[in-house]
């Protein structure tokens, strides 16, 4: 997509150009009407003194949706025409604007159309955008860093719906090698040999059932600020049967999605490092097939972690968390100034939260109330749940240190608190604050979104937006670990 900001009026737009006007009609209302040679779309999107910055990002998204849908390629908006749009937003948001558009204009652009067969007239696209008013340089960069964003999720998204049949642990790793070509990132591919070495008996555990070779990829972007890194680590479970206790068939169908944590954290360092962000970031990705092979790991089996912690396989479904384990204790090499993991790691996390937030699980308040805001204000949207010391005993192991989920008659509830505590347990040994995004809840795209079917992308803005934050304040204020 091609996107101008010009100065003037939509008035001197081509007449090839459709135009966008907005009006107080119900959110979904469309229009097209042609007057005198000029094409315009007129879409309600509701009261104009209701609109938030949450609406403003899902009308962005109904722009390219609406046009999309009447095969319109090109189209000219003057939003500056309509400042009740921007009643709700400060000054500092309102020079987002321009990056907000951009970001979610290309974004609702994006569909998964690798496998298909071309049609004869194109995929519907919009090709350009001109967004006509008085755009100053800091506008324009902003608008410039939107596409950036933009195309940085559409990356994502096009990785995570990959079919596992063409993504492994291995061309994960390759692939991550791929999207940091040509950056400032240090790129170190861990094999079997060398993990084995080191002792990541949780992850290679995991991985017997497979034929795929596991992985474990390091991403190393320093930037020239000062201070330790940010530490990411995104599941990448190529593909998840859940092993010898094997999904059901409707519980089966999206698990090429399983490394949508990988994907995330990825796209989030190929980011800070192509927007040259200051703050040094790392990327850990773990990644196996899980699979019901003849070697495949056990329930009942005893899994050595690279922490030396034991841990009880309870059920061979739970293994995200186990791969996680150890790169949570790689993690410890950096010294890192903060560890966030990311993983669709349970189904409870869609029961509790349904299908627009992801879940936070942290013991650091302070750190929870900056990935609450960083969600907030990129539109990757979270939900703090508990990791009380009530909830420990529930991860205790019969016959290990540690059980990988809830001992038969234990109940069923409180599962994605139950896998954040188990992580806990490993995240405890670092020696800075340490959060767990279960993305579970926003691996699709849902109704309402204005996206395409499939991979979210999410939460890379999230990330961005964390790391960028964090580089500007959360290190002054010195957040507090652990919360007793």
């Known amino acids: 997509m091609k996107l101008t900001l010009k100065k003037g009026s939509i008035e001197s737009a081509p007449k090839s150009y459709v135009r966008i ?4 009609q119900s959110r979904g209302t469309r229009r097209f009407v042609k007057e005198n040679g ?9 009261k104009f003194s209701e609109l938030n910055r949450r609406k403003f990002i899902t009308v962005c998204r109904s722009v390219i949706q609406a046009a999309k849908v009447n095969k319109v390629r090109k189209i000219a908006i003057q939003f500056d025409h309509t400042p009740e749009l921007f009643r709700h937003f400060n000054k500092s948001e309102a020079e987002e604007i321009p990056q907000l558009v951009a970001e979610n204009f290309e974004m609702a652009d994006y569909e998964f159309t690798a496998h298909k067969t071309k049609p004869k007239d194109g995929f519907d696209t919009v090709e350009e955008v001109l967004l006509y008013g008085d755009p100053s340089t800091a506008l324009i960069q902003a608008g410039e860093k ?3 964003i933009g195309k940085a999720v559409n990356a994502c998204r096009t990785l995570a719906n990959t079919p596992g049949g063409d993504i492994t642990p291995t061309t994960l790793a390759k692939a991550a090698k791929d999207a940091v070509k040509g950056l400032p990132v240090k790129v170190t591919i861990l094999g079997e040999k060398e993990m084995r070495k080191l002792g990541m008996g949780a992850l290679l555990g995991v991985a017997k059932g497979s034929s795929e070779a596991p992985t474990f990829t390091i991403l190393e972007y320093k930037g020239k600020g000062k201070g330790a890194p ?11 049967s859940g092993g010898l206790n094997l999904k059901p068939s409707n519980g089966i169908y999206e698990m090429h999605m399983d490394m949508s944590g990988a994907a995330a954290v990825i796209h989030a360092v ?3 490092a192509r927007l040259k962000l200051p703050q040094s970031v790392v990327g850990l990705i773990p990644s196996v097939e899980n699979m019901p092979g003849n070697s495949a790991y056990r329930p009942g089996d005893i899994l050595k972690s690279l922490s030396g912690k034991t841990i ?3 059920n061979t479904d739970a293994e995200g968390r186990l791969i996680l384990a150890d790169a949570l204790t790689y993690a410890k090499r950096f010294k890192p100034a903060v560890v966030v993991d990311v993983a669709t790691l349970t189904g409870a996390a869609i029961t509790a939260l349904g299908l627009h937030a992801s879940a936070v699980l942290t013991r650091d308040d302070a750190l929870a109330k900056q990935i ?6 990129s539109g990757d949207y979270v939900w703090r749940l508990p990791l009380w010391d009530e909830y420990e005993d529930g991860v205790k192991g019969t016959f290990a240190d540690i059980a990988n989920a809830a001992a038969s008659g234990a109940g069923r509830g409180g599962g994605t608190i139950e896998g954040g505590m188990f992580l ?8 800075c604050p340490w959060a767990h995004l279960d993305i579970a809840p926003r691996m699709t795209a849902t109704q309402g979104d204005e996206l395409a079917k499939g991979a979210a992308g999410a939460p890379v803005r999230l990330l961005l937006r964390f790391i960028e934050t964090w580089t500007s304040d959360v290190q002054v204020r010195k957040l507090g670990h652990p919360m007793s």
Do not use: P
């Open 372 to 377: 609450e805001e960083s969600g907030e204000a």
């Open 424 to 431: 806990w347990q490993f995240a405890k040994e670092l020696e």
């Open 38 to 46: 000029v094409e315009t779309l007129s879409l309600g999107v509701g």
């Open 146 to 148: 939107g596409q950036t």
């Open 270 to 272: 190929a980011l800070a």
């Open 21 to 24: 006007a907005f009006t107080e």
């Open 230 to 240: 940010v530490v990411l680590a995104g599941k990448g479970v190529t593909f998840d």
């Open 312 to 314: 009880e396989v309870l």
